[in-house]
């Protein structure tokens, strides 16, 4: 089973921050943080992870609070190309312990 | 560019006819696994492979068979295909460190009629 909890669906007006939350409760030590996205029947994209501390890449931020329970994943900027479906999920791969859940469906709309 | 390539992208074929779905990443990554996707079901995965000679089953891996014979290869083998294993499969690869992202195929449909 997924070890994390998403809303199933949310929304965002284009040039809009997107703000999705991902809680990870049962999280341990060395478990890292991972978002994938998913747009239509596409192999999912790698976009950005983190084990303690705020990340930023090109795509997006990672907010990671300080107890490591949940964390958001923002997108600045968000566009219509934007709209797909993105996973949060913890672990390490190589214990094989990541599991896909069902994901928060984001439309980004004009 | 690294890639995980994935052929066929789409194959439509009879039940009972053997079929193998190639994966391929020039990333020189250790661990690669295949997953499936179906509607309302999410990404489950069949089967992964934590380096040469070493695969273990996933969560789904009834009717599927892999190898890993050579570190960038990992094909995924229908001996007996059913029409229960009609989806779309997504192979993945990711390094050995468990800080480093998976990346994925492009996906492969498949339709067993």
């Known amino acids: 089973d997924a070890k994390t909890t998403q809303p199933p669906s949310m929304d965002c007006a284009e040039g809009r921050a997107a703000n999705l939350p991902c809680n990870h409760s049962?999280?341990?030590?060395?478990?890292?943080v991972y978002w994938y996205r998913q747009i239509h029947s596409q192999g999912p994209q790698y976009i950005i992870h983190g084990l303690k501390n705020n990340e930023t890449n090109e795509m997006a931020s990672l907010i990671i609070t300080e107890d490591r329970k949940s964390s958001t994943l923002i997108l600045p900027h968000a566009t219509l190309r934007d709209t797909a479906v993105y996973y949060c999920?913890?672990?390490?791969?190589?214990?094989?312990?990541?599991?896909f859940g069902a994901g928060t469906r984001l439309t980004v709309k004009p | 560019e690294a890639q995980v390539t994935q052929n066929p992208r789409y194959l439509i074929t009879v039940t009972g006819k053997k079929l193998t779905v190639t994966c391929s990443q020039n990333?020189?990554?250790?661990?690669m696994s295949w997953y499936r996707q179906d509607p309302g079901l999410g990404l489950r995965q069949i089967y992964y492979?934590?380096?040469?000679?070493?695969?273990d089953k996933g969560d789904v891996p009834e009717g599927y068979k892999v190898s890993r014979k050579e570190k960038r290869n990992f094909p995924l083998i229908l001996e007996s295909p059913s029409p229960n294993q009609t989806s779309l499969y997504f192979c993945?690869?990711?390094?050995?460190?468990?800080?480093?992202?998976?990346?994925f195929g492009d996906g492969t449909r498949l339709s067993i009629l």
């Open positions: 492979s934590m380096n040469v000679e070493v695969t």
């Open positions: 990333m020189n990554h250790e661990y």
């Open positions: 999920i913890v672990g390490q791969y190589n214990n094989n312990d990541m599991r």
């Open positions: 993945a690869s990711g390094g050995r460190a468990g800080n480093q992202p998976q990346h």
């Open positions: 049962t999280i341990s030590g060395n478990e890292y």
